[in-house]
């Protein structure tokens, strides 16, 4: 070979592994959603292989001589052999695990929402959070392993043990309530909550709802109690310091982002900044070559590096938690050591296709994994893209500046496509912020990571380097609540499969422009078409939103007197006159509520109603607590909502249990309690009790059912007539559990139901839009339609005249 063909080989892509990881990658992806189709698959995948092994060593027995053709078959029959191989194992190992990863009997438990004592082994540092508490309460969520399940204490045993009970390895994610001392990584905790199945190809099996804090069972095994004391002492260290800086640096040096708070993260994720607390190829490399050239000082042989290399990989997984990104960040270093002890350098691209073809095989369900892919995604573009970005970038910026600016325009267009599908938007500040943040990231990330293993044993040198390692996590935290609070951070992108073709043609269009080159018919043509591409998605995406914004000023009733804010599978509805305002019930989630309000203007609630206790009415509680004059309460079903209660009343409410006969007024309009009976001793608590409601003036009357089932329903219509409504929100989020006598009765215009996107319980359901229908009551749905609006028309002071409705979304009902 003559040494340009020698050169073409070394900048040739080696793509060989490349088809094989992707057919592995797209067998589990399919294969973990239907895991009884496993074992099928994988069977005739096996034996795809075996033919087509056949057929190319038939073929190249006889290619010599046989012509260019049969020359060109072997290589693409050897290829498709070894993609049905990796398919089939992919294949076999979901039929494996599937059993394993979720026993008949906790299927069961899961698919009736049952509830159970459990044992779990603790696999992720729980993160603390409001937002999903009940009444903005401390709540824990992370990842573990189910060992044991039993009945729930207080329950009457059958006697008869499960054989399933124990020795399980079930992986779940569990949300329970904060405790006194936080459960360690490794550390075994016993609870008793309420089961969940999750949706099919999900990474965990179950989900559980904890009713009260874990209590301990057994601490971590050594090789994670060394790992849990160093993070805990850093991050120890790190809450000293002020600012965000402090939250940030344990993210940025080991990936602990249980620190950050909401805010900042939601700002690190609207300004592309959150790949920074993602521990990945970049803290491996740094790792690895520190370890490296010390073993080399020392005078350690090949044999001896490559054993102190991997033992510190480990460590630094362990230290550093196995995430996905992680891992395959290791996989890929490992490959990498090993081929290089070995006298043959790996390459990046066949150490990133091997990487996630072993990964994949061993867990199937990582095909699925968002991080997983964007780790794997980012990593590709680094390799394939960066190197010719930063060539094309030197023809306008200087060379430094276009290598620093290649690598996250080269990540951002790899990443880009699920990113679209993870949240509809295009960042517009992404890429400059990450340049602004690029040269703080590896400060913060050594110094950090040093500080992390010298405070156990010199905390003397690493306070200093803490304090060093803050001051560009301070920066950092700074650059993405700057980018963040910028106008038109983002612009709306399509979202679902048109989204993600539409980003990558975007993206090829964009590269095609860097790479063309000729001045021949066929390049000018290329070059035009995908010119203009980008300047007509461009001018739409800007265009779009812009008119958005003035479209929704010009039509955006200003006299509205009802929106339903789309805040997922739950109730917030708000009523107003003037400015006055009430809240009915404040959805499962804190800043979606507060996004809601900022939109309508809304800073002060003189009249809130909690209908019932549950999470997904009660959740947002922590963005009005202060806010609230009035507060109209059910009955208290547990000590955790006597809490809830004692916490609006402490922000100043003036918290009063309701029933019927209750009444009162809002600006000009009046309202009546209807539900629950004062007195009763049936249907005070739960959905059966709901807090159900009507308010009548300006033009429209409204009648609020809370989460009422048929039986409370009827005993509602049983309790007195119920006039006519122009608007009702529909119970339940339009669960079949419905009167039809009631909805006929009402002969309500506009029927609002409340209810998120695939929310698994098929709401609304099939028979209660067919008793709507009948009725004659139209159906708006904020999970197609968006906050839905009313307001009364023009000229109309009577109720039942003249609706005016504006929906986020334009659909056929909006």
């Known amino acids: 070979m003559n040494q340009d063909g020698m050169t073409r080989s070394r900048n040739s892509v080696d793509l060989r592994l490349v088809l094989p990881a992707m057919a592995c990658w797209l067998s589990a992806g399919l294969l973990v959603a239907t895991t009884t189709d496993a074992a099928l698959v994988a069977g005739l995948a096996a034996a795809a292989a075996i033919l087509l092994t056949v057929g190319a060593l038939v073929t190249g027995s006889r290619a010599r001589g046989a012509g260019f053709l049969v020359e060109r078959v072997r290589p693409v029959l050897a290829t498709l052999a070894v993609c049905c191989a990796a398919a089939a194992l992919a294949g076999l ?366 905390p003397v040198l690493a306070t200093p380097l803490v304090w060093l390692a803050w001051l560009p996590a301070t920066w950092i935290a700074a650059v993405a609540t700057t980018t963040a609070g910028m106008p038109a951070n983002s612009l709306p992108w399509p979202g679902g499969p048109f989204g993600v073709v539409l980003v990558v043609a975007c993206t090829v269009a964009v590269l095609t422009l860097l790479a063309a080159r000729g001045s021949g018919r066929v390049a000018v043509l290329v070059r035009t078409v995908s010119g203009t591409l980008v300047c007509v998605v461009a001018g739409w995406a800007i265009g779009g939103a812009v008119g958005y914004e003035l479209g929704r000023a010009a039509v955006f009733p200003p006299a509205w007197q009802i929106a339903a804010c789309d805040i997922g599978q739950g109730d917030a509805v708000l009523v107003r006159d003037g400015a006055s305002v009430a809240l009915v019930d404040v959805g499962p989630d804190p800043a979606l509520l507060a996004d809601c309000l900022d939109t309508l203007g809304v800073d002060r609630v003189d009249l809130l109603v909690l209908t019932h206790y549950d999470l997904d009415h009660i959740g947002g509680l922590a963005a009005v607590i202060g806010r609230v004059d009035t507060a109209l309460v059910g009955r208290p079903e547990t000590s955790q909502d006597a809490a809830l209660l004692d916490r609006l009343a402490a922000g100043g409410a003036d918290v009063r249990e309701t029933a019927r006969g209750d009444t009162g007024a809002l600006g000009a309009l009046t309202w009546e309690i209807l539900w629950p009976i004062r007195g009763s001793t049936f249907m005070q608590t739960g959905n059966p009790g709901s807090v159900s409601m009507a308010f009548d003036g300006g033009g429209i009357r409204s009648l609020f059912l809370g989460d009422l089932d048929e039986e409370a329903q009827k005993g509602l219509m049983a309790a007195g007539q119920i006039a006519a409504v122009d608007v009702v929100k529909v119970a339940h989020h339009g669960s079949r559990d419905q009167s039809a006598a009631l909805y006929a009765e009402i002969e309500a215009s506009i029927g609002v139901v409340s209810v998120g996107a695939d929310n698994g319980y098929g709401h609304p359901t099939r028979s209660v839009l067919d008793i709507l229908g009948a009725a004659g009551t139209t159906v708006l749905r904020t999970d197609r339609d968006g906050m839905v609006v009313v307001a009364p028309g023009t000229g109309a002071p009577t109720a039942r005249r003249g609706l005016v409705v504006w929906t986020e979304k334009v659909t056929g009902a909006g």
């Open 93 to 458: 190992s979901v039929a494996v695990q599937a059993p394993v990863r979720l026993p008949e009997s906790v299927r069961a438990v899961a698919a009736e929402h049952g509830e159970a004592s459990v044992v779990l082994t603790v696999w992720s540092a729980p993160a603390q959070s409001r937002r999903s508490a009940i009444g903005g309460g401390v709540q824990m969520r992370f990842r573990a392993t189910l060992t044991s399940i039993g009945e729930p204490p207080g329950q009457a045993s059958t006697g008869e043990a499960s054989p399933a009970g124990t020795g399980l390895s079930v992986p779940a994610v569990v949300f329970a309530p904060a405790s006194a001392e936080t459960p360690a990584i490794g550390a075994g905790i016993r609870m008793t909550g309420t089961l969940g199945a999750t949706e099919p190809g999900d990474a965990a099996a179950v989900l559980i709802f904890g009713r009260a804090p874990p209590e301990p069972v057994h601490p971590a095994p050594w090789w994670l109690a060394w790992a849990n004391a160093v993070r805990e002492g850093f991050a120890t260290a790190s809450a000293e310091l002020p600012g965000d800086g402090a939250g940030l640096l344990p993210g940025l040096a080991i990936g602990d982002t249980t620190a950050v708070d909401d805010s900042l993260d939601q700002d690190m994720k609207t300004s592309s900044l959150s790949h920074l607390t993602a521990v990945s190829g970049a803290n491996c490399a740094i790792v690895l070559a520190i370890v490296l050239v010390a073993a080399a000082a020392l005078g350690l042989g090949r044999v001896w590096r490559l054993v102190c290399g991997l033992v510190v990989l480990a460590g630094f997984v362990v230290l550093v938690t196995p995430e996905p990104s992680v891992v395959r960040a290791a996989t890929m270093a490992t490959i990498v050591l090993l081929s290089g002890s070995l006298g043959r350098p790996g390459r990046g691209l066949p150490a990133l296709a091997m990487a996630s073809l072993c990964l994949l095989i061993f867990d199937p369900w990582l095909a699925r994994n968002y991080g997983f892919a964007l780790s794997v995604l980012a990593t590709l573009g680094l390799l394939v893209l960066a190197g010719p970005l930063s060539r094309r970038l030197r023809r306008w910026l200087p060379t430094p500046v276009a290598a620093v600016l290649s690598i996250p325009i080269a990540a951002q267009l790899a990443c880009q496509p699920v990113l679209v599908m993870l949240s509809p938007t295009l960042p517009m500040y992404g890429v400059p912020a990450n340049l602004l943040a690029a040269p703080a990231a590896p400060v913060a990330t050594v110094a950090g990571l040093v500080a992390c293993l010298l405070l156990p044993w010199a």
